[in-house]
Nanobody
């Protein structure tokens, strides 16, 4: 089992950057693929990015490709989402998730954090 805690959200102007962190408990962090999802007010949760257990493979939603970068540091039990050139439509609560395989599908992740809010002003 793994517990996930996100941090790094906040208020930023359009065009700015933020880096989200996902800190995991437990000694099996490297056994999990990780994903970032987001949920904007009044909208369904959507996939943002995912990374394999080793970090070799990554997936991105088309809406963030070229602007966001997912990474992980297994010895530090932490994953990151670097978000550049932020847009107002990136405003959402961002969630980190862990699962057995890299996937874009939310229900295939077993563990979720509580989320961190990102607000991008125009």
């Amino acid at each position: 089992q793994v517990q996930l805690v996100e941090s790094g959200g906040g208020l930023v102007q359009a065009g700015g950057s933020l880096r989200l962190s996902c800190a995991a408990s437990g000694r099996t962090f490297s056994s999990y693929a990780l994903g970032w999802f987001r949920q904007a007010p009044g909208k369904e949760r959507e996939f943002v990015a995912a990374i394999s257990r080793t970090g070799i493979s990554t997936y991105y939603a088309d809406s963030v490709k070229g602007r966001f970068t997912i990474s992980r540091d297994n010895p530090k039990n932490t994953a990151y989402l670097q978000m550049n050139r932020l847009k107002p439509e990136d405003t959402a609560v961002y969630y980190c998730a862990a699962g057995s395989t890299i996937t874009t599908i939310g229900y295939e992740y077993n563990y979720w954090g509580q989320g961190t809010r990102v607000t991008v002003s125009s």
